[in-house]
Structure formats: C-alpha cells, structure tokens
C-alpha cells in the first residue's frame, strides 16, 4: 500500500482544556517504493509516473538582468534533472504570452532545443500572468501521457498588469485548470510581488507559494519543487474521520478542503510524497462517558501514482486507452482503518509532543494572521492581544516540556513579526510576504522556516 496513516490523541489541561477537550492528530504519509534508499530521492524516471511540465517564466521590464537570468539557469538545471519519460514546456510572458519550447521528450535532440530557446530569450514590458498560466496549463494538456503528472510552475516578480488582472478571475482560472488534472505552484521574486494574489493562485492549483527575497537561491526552490513532483505517490487523497456517537462537536484546524458526511468529516490533503507527511488536527467536544471509549475511525483514501506500463511489441491498444494503458483498479488505494480511542488522562506522551507541536503551529499561524488582518483595520490593541495569546502559548508548551526550545526557533518570531507590522514601508511589506508564504504552506503542513531576526 503506498498510504501509511498515524493516529495520535491527548488532552491538554496546561491548555486549560477538561476531560471533554481532545484534539486529534492524523498523519498521512507515501510508502517509500521498494528498492528506493533515503539518499536515493527523487525516484529514478523508470519507477515513478512520467511528469509533463510547464515552467512560466516573468519576462516584464523588472525580471531584467540577474533575476531573469538566475530564471533561465533555473530552467536548464530542471532540463538535466528530467529522464526520457518525461515531457516539459517552457512558456514565457510580458505583454503577451508564447510558448517557447515543447512540450518535448528530453532526448538529445530535446534537450538541445531547449537550450537553444533559452539562450533566445529577453524580456520585454508587461505582466501577462493569466496569459502565462493558461499557455502553460495548455502546453501540459495536449500530451497524451496516460498516468502523467501535470504541473506548471510559474516564476513572477510582479503583479499582472496585461491581460486578465482580477484576483478572482486568476484564481477561477487555475482552480478550473485544477479540476482538469493541473496543479499549479508559485514562485514569487523580490518585494514587488503580490502575495495574496500568489497564495491565492497556489491555493486554487493544490501547490504551494514560495517567497523568494534573494533570487540567489530560486534555483534551490524550483529544484525542490521539481523533485516533489517526483516524489508523489499518490494524488486526490482524502481522510475521513468517522466520529463515534460520544462527540458532540468536531472541528478541523488545518485549512483544507473539508464537508461533513453524517457523522464524518471528509478532509482533501491532495498530493502524498514519500518523503512530506501531511498532518490533518482536529479539537473535539465529547459528551459524558468513560475516558478510554473509541473516539471513531479514520481512513485515508487516495489515487495510487505509478509508472506507465511499456507497450510491448505487437500489443493492441486498450479501446479509448492509448500506449496500451489499461483502467486498473487497482490504482484506487485505501489505508487500513485506525480506530482512535479517548486517551486516558492526558494521553501518552509520544502523542501529546507530536499534537502539541501541530496545535502550536497552526495556533501561531491563525494569531500571526488576526493580527496583521487587525493591523489593516488599524486596531493596534488587537495586534497586541492577538500576538500576546501566540506569546503565551508558547510560554506554556515550552515549560510543560512539550516543545523544546530547539524546535520553536523554527516558528516566526512573534517579537520580530510585532516590530516589523509597526515599521513603515518597505519592512513591514517584507515580513508580510515572509509570513503569507510560510503561512500557505503550513496550513496544510509544516515545511520551511521562517526566517529570524538578523543579528
């Protein structure tokens, strides 16, 4: 089975919850393929599903210079890191938008293609962005590659200012792109991005929304980004948690996609990795009753990713399947059920320090988030109370011994979150786009650091 599922539950009196308070945490994660070591990610070509790929390269009067070119090298190092079942497209946009090369299978001739494109390139003036996504969504849609994982990831420093410039019109886009099979990433460079409207973007295509301050390091994102995609295991995957007739209140904390289903509640995660976890908490309310009753059940459920099969000479194609790919039913994959049960007491406490650690984060990401939302309305004493709460939270996790002092450098440093949101211009935008990057990402899990406070 390529889905594992963990499940962990505890009480936090410290918290100044009771017996009824419970909070659950599952964690879904991809079964590394067999033969595959640590070191050795992401998986070879010929053992994981093909990936087309479109990189939308900003080509506006501001990408001029380093940033563009640091864009391009970017894009040679993806050539090299594809293998031949893979397909790629690179489109670029100013004023308008073109494909300027594929998408092509990465053979010799592809590649020196490719390289001959890039080195073509310049910038021009104008952020066609709507126009860049939608020639790229394209590009990945016309290859018939049975099992193909679709992506595009755009590259922008600036906000759309041909074409299509309405934020919910953009985002309309991508989502419906979405629900044809494309997801979508952001990358945005240097302090003249909208970061809204990139989370926004990222949110709709089930991608994730990097702030890029010093385009040194972009070829670092796009690598990793790329290499996530190779890692996947399985896609659309859902966790159901079935709640036993003790719960009287549930509520999910992470912000996925979620509906009740009677007395479930049905969480879409997306995309699994064999090497990125996802963590889905839930706060609970429970009736009266004994303290060790089944809280309920929960299962993960999702599309099994795998390699497409070779078409062996002289084979027929499958009617209405190309290159002999055949409906498997065996692609729909299910994890065993786990069956949680109220912990007594407080809970054990491998599970109260892995629960704890979720609570605190997505705490800190909703207090740093009223925060800057009171800021915007000019409510500095709800600033203050807001990050005071994110403050003493952490006081608390920390003296219980929950989350070592190590570990919570890791989170924003509220102090340095405070001092920027009260600094005029250019520092108070930059911890902005700092938080809103961080924020998408780990609101459906936690990766990335956010950076402190230089000495």
Known sequence: MPLTLESHAARFPELGGTDRDVFVLLEVAGQRPDGVAPALQPRASESRAPLCLAIAIDASSSMRGTRFALALQA?????????PNDRLAVV????????????????????????R?????????????????????????RVLMPGALRRVLVLTDGYPSRGETQPDALRARVAEGFARGVETGVVGIGDGIDEKLCSALAQAGDGR?????????????????????????????????????????AELLHRYTCRPEGRALVVRVGSITYDNPRAVLFSAALGHGSPDAV??????????????????????????????ARRDES????????????????????????????????????EVRSAWDAMDAGDRDAVARRLDRARALRRIVADAGLVPPSRLASLPDVDVVQEAMFMAGGAAREARKRFTSWAHNTQVSFVGVFPRKEK
């Open 331 to 366: 692609a729909e994959v299910e994890t065993e059920r786990q069956t949680l049960t109220i912990p007594a007491h407080e809970g054990l406490f491998e599970s109260r320090i892995k629960v704890a650690w979720e609570l605190l984060v997505q705490r800190t990401l909703a």
């Open 117 to 141: 494109a890039l080195d073509r390139l310049a910038t021009g003036v104008g952020t066609n962005l709507g126009g860049g996504w939608r020639e790229a969504s394209e590009a990945v849609l």
């Open 75 to 83: 894009t040679r190092n993806v050539l090299s890191s594809l293998g």
């Open 295 to 324: 809280l309920g059940v929960a299962t993960a459920s999702g599309q099994r990713v795998q390699s497409a099969p070779a078409l062996v000479a002289g084979q027929k194609t499958a009617v209405g399947f190309a290159l002999g």
């Open 92 to 115: 670029t946009f100013d004023r308008s938008a073109r494909v300027v090369f594929g998408p092509s299978a990465l053979d010799e001739e592809g590649h020196a293609n490719a390289h």
């Open 209 to 249: 929304f990097h702030y890029v301050r010093d385009e040194g390091v972009l070829g670092d994102v796009v690598a990793a980004e790329v290499d996530g995609a190779k890692s996947v295991v399985a896609r659309d995957v859902s966790v159901m948690l079935a709640l036993s007739p003790r719960v009287e209140r």
